[in-house]
Each structure stands twice: as structure tokens, then as C-alpha cells.
């Protein structure tokens, strides 16, 4: 999809549409006890975003630009900010980074539209469709004009391919001026998966405790922690990867799956943000009280060739290493081959659509934690 250059992209500063409130007096917010708090990073600087300025108690809606580069048009990335009343920590939220998984994107409108900023303290940032261009070509995994997959490519590159690009933006505009980041995910139009929110452990005990603190606030029951592997790659890749290896709190919720927009989806990742800023004292209330269920890191069969593949096993379902999880069968229904657990544990994901490609993921497996 080409998507038009903003109106005027070389203003250093101006106003956003924001939607202005009358100020209110705030009572002091309490944090539940046990929830450590990030002392804010750039205090309300995030009043501030790609030159445009929101006022406190508003709602503005913005842009940021990936610039156009040799063949590739600019892309538009819609952005709202909610600037609190009263100074504290910034939470950004990003939502669409595969542009096939709806449940995340229409979750984010729902955290634009519901928190009020008179109510809040601190500054939401909210990146709504962060892969438009594969939002509008339906894509699953991948964005259509680079074939690449976004959540490989962070922290990007200024110069490089469209995803590297919008990664590049997304990473020092949003990600890297947080004090605490959260990226929504679901299954997309081709996957089954089970609600959970995933960590990286980075080593750091006290920004581990930090980031478990805050994924606990969730509610999520299934916590995957999976350690940063060492070394780190180059790039890290993905935005959670990214966020641990520079510090910023943040992780993956998943929830909601196969293309489907349904409520409970949409509402449950609505409560886990929520549970989230509660958790960091930007909102009034009790944040959530997740995590009864830790995994120490997950593995996913893939596809040994390609064909149409049929999975044998169900979510959340045990299942023994080495055990026949899903079989493969070419066009004509002949069988190919078999996928066979990698490791034991408990069935997150899988494949629920016939089509697949060798090296593609089938399932996804987690480990539980010892006892």
C-alpha cells in the first residue's frame, strides 16, 4: 500500500489535534504495596513526541513518519498520546506489528478512548497500527514490500529496508523514551494460542523484579520467562529483546487468535494494560494478580517441509518430547512427514491453518517451571 508523505514533515514543532479537558484537582494515587515504581525517565517529556506538543489533561492524535527510501513511499504510523495532569512515568504501548493480528489494534483504541487523561498520571503513548502496510495487505508474519518479519528487526536502521526503517522510528521516537513498554500481540489469521504475557530475563535481578512485577500486574495466568540468550544477537531482533538488552521494562501480552475480533479478546488485553498502569500509579485501582503459572522459555516445532499441515495436539495440552504432535501431507494428501515435540511441556500455540512452509513454525510448546 502507498501511503502518503504528511502535509509538512520538516515542522520541528507543532500543535497535534488534541481533544482539551478542564483541569482537575488530583488526589494522590497509592500504589499497591510489593509494586516497585520506576522513577520516570523523562518525567513528561513524552508531552512531546516527533515535534508535536499535547497539553496535560488531553488526548491528541499524531503521526510519526517512516521516510520514504529509494522505491518505498513514506508510511504513517497513527499515534495517540495521553497526557496526564499531574508528572509521572510514560508507558508506551505499541499495537499492529504483524498487521494481520486485530485483537491488539483494536485493544489499543479501546486504551485511547477509556483512560482519561484527567484521571491519569503520566503519559500513555500508543503507536495503533505500527505495520500498516501489511495491516492493508492482510500479511501474516511478514510485511509485503521487504518480506521481512518487523518483530525481527529492532532497534532497525535509518537506512535500511521498510521494516528496519519502521523499526528504527518506533525505537527511538517510542520505545527507547519509556519508562515502561508494552507490546500487544495475539495469534495471527493463522495461529491458536493461549493467553499469556512473555518476558526476557535479562540477568539483572533488579530489572527482572521489575519486569515481573509489571507483567503480574496483567492478570495474565501464564507467565513465559525466557531468558536473553548469550551472546546477544545483532540485532537483538524482536521489541521485547531489544527493550531488556537497554533496561526498558517491557514485554509481550498475548491474547486473542485466527483473525477473530472477538470481545473477550479485545476487553481481557484492555484489562491487562490497564492492570499495567494501575501497577505503575498511573491509574487509580488494584492492578492485576497473574503469573500463577511460570514457563522458563518455550520451543516450537517447524515444518520439516512444506504442504498442508494437520496439528494433533490442543491448546494447553501436556505433551512428552518426541511425541507425534502434527503430520504433514503434500497436495494430493499424500503424508510427508511428521512433527514431533521438541521438548516435554504444555502446548501455547500451533498452527490451526492447512498451508505451511518448511521452516515455519507448528507449535509452539512452553516449558513450566520447576516446581
Known amino acids: 500500500m502507498r501511503t502518503p508523505a504528511p502535509a509538512h514533515p520538516s515542522r520541528p514543532h507543532r500543535r497535534a489535534r488534541c481533544l482539551p479537558r478542564r483541569f ?17 525517565a523523562i518525567a513528561q517529556s513524552a508531552s512531546t513526541i516527533a515535534g508535536i506538543s499535547c497539553d496535560a489533561g488531553s488526548r491528541c492524535r499524531t503521526h510519526l513518519t517512516v521516510p520514504a ?9 497513527p499515534v495517540t498520546v495521553l497526557r496526564g495532569t499531574r508528572p509521572g512515568p510514560t508507558l508506551a504501548i505499541t499495537a499492529g506489528v504483524h498487521g494481520g493480528e486485530y485483537v491488539p489494534i483494536l485493544a489499543a483504541q479501546r486504551v485511547a478512548t477509556t483512560v482519561d487523561p484527567l484521571q491519569l498520571t503520566g503519559t500513555i503513548v500508543i503507536v495503533h497500527v505500527t505495520n500498516p502496510v501489511s495491516f492493508f495487505g492482510r500479511g501474516v508474519y511478514y510485511t509485503p514490500t521487504d518480506g521481512r ?17 519502521t523499526a ?13 513498554y508494552l507490546d500487544l500481540h495475539c495469534g495471527d489469521a493463522n495461529e491458536a494460542l493461549r493467553p499469556y504475557v512473555a518476558t526476557r530475563v535479562s540477568g539483572d535481578s533488579a530489572y527482572d523484579a521489575r519486569v515481573r512485577a509489571l507483567a503480574i500486574a496483567t492478570g495474565l495466568e501464564l507467565l513465559l520467562e525466557t531468558p536473553v540468550p548469550t551472546p546477544v544477537p545483532t540485532p537483538p531482533g524482536t521489541t521485547t529483546m531489544t527493550a531488556a538488552v ?11 487468535m485466527l483473525g477473530r475480533t472477538d470481545d473477550a479478546s479485545v476487553n481481557g488485553q484492555l484489562q491487562a494494560v490497564l492492570g499495567v498502569a494501575r501497577g505503575m500509579g498511573m491509574l487509580r ?3 492485576g494478580r497473574g503469573g500463577q503459572l511460570r514457563m522458563t522459555g518455550s520451543r516450537t516445532a517447524t515444518a520439516p517441509v512444506s504442504g498442508l499441515v494437520r496439528v494433533d495436539v490442543a491448546l494447553d495440552q501436556a505433551v512428552r518430547e518426541g511425541e507425534r504432535i502434527a503430520v504433514i501431507h503434500d497436495l494430493f494428501g499424500v503424508q ?36
Open 168 to 180: 528504527h522510528v518506533v525505537f527511538t521516537e517510542v520505545i527507547r523514551r519509556a519508562d515502561a
Open 246 to 256: 537497554n533496561r526498558i521494562p517491557g514485554f509481550t501480552i498475548e491474547w486473542g
Open 336 to 371: 510427508l512427514a511428521e512433527v514431533k515435540a521438541p521438548v516435554s511441556g504444555r502446548v501455547i500455540a500451533f498452527t490451526a491453518t492447512p498451508p505451511v512452509r518448511s521452516g515455519e513454525p507448528v507449535v509452539a510448546i512452553g516449558i513450566p517451571a520447576p516446581r
Open 285 to 287: 485501582g488494584r492492578p
Open 69 to 77: 527510501l529509494g522505491a518505498d513511499t513514506a508510511v504513517l504510523l
Open 149 to 165: 518479519n518487523l518483530n525481527r528487526m529492532f532497534p532497525g536502521r535509518a537506512d535500511g529496508s521498510l521494516s528496519e526503517r
Open 24 to 40: 482537575l484537582r488530583w488526589s494522590a494515587v497509592l500504589l499497591v504495596a510489593g509494586l516497585p515504581r520506576s522513577t520516570p
